[in-house]
Nanobody, 122 residues
Framework: QLVESGGGSVQAGGSLRLSCSVA????????LAWFRQAVGTEREGVAT???????TYADSVKGRFTISRDIGGTTLYLRMTMLKAEDSAMYYC???????????????????WGAGTQVTVS
């Protein structure tokens, strides 16, 4: 139900926009999020948007990344700017069957995951 796109290779300081296609059968007011995982590390929450449109960001990306979704709720975006080498990872889109979460950056809440899109910053 979730399909990511938009990953690629970029130089440090550059920008990318990731997209995640969300199946139309998915309720538009559920929590959506971006996670990332680099080789040898645990999956970490990057940015989330609740059904109430409350946004949460990891400290490491605040001021650089922006999460958004279209009005119909069928596409989730992650705009990434001022990219750093440490942003290199596989990025995953995820959905939680809740409108709001007490700890939205925790992967344990999310039940549906995309296959991921690779981002490499050099």
């Amino acid at each position: 139900q979730l399909v990511e796109s938009g990953g690629g290779s970029v130089q440090a300081g550059g920008s990318l926009r990731l997209s995640c296609s969300v199946a139309r059968t998915t309720h538009v007011t559920l929590c959506l999020a971006w996670f990332r995982q680099a080789v040898g590390t645990e999956r970490e929450g990057v940015a989330t948007i609740g059904g109430d449109n409350v946004r949460t960001y990891a400290d490491s990306v605040k001021g650089r990344f922006t999460i958004s979704r279209d009005i119909g709720g069928t596409t989730l975006y992650l705009r990434m700017t001022m990219l750093k080498a440490e942003d290199s990872a596989m990025y995953y889109c995820a959905l939680a069957p809740r409108v709001a979460l007490s700890n939205p950056l925790s992967a344990s809440y999310y039940r549906i995951w995309g296959a991921g899109t690779q981002v490499t910053v050099s």
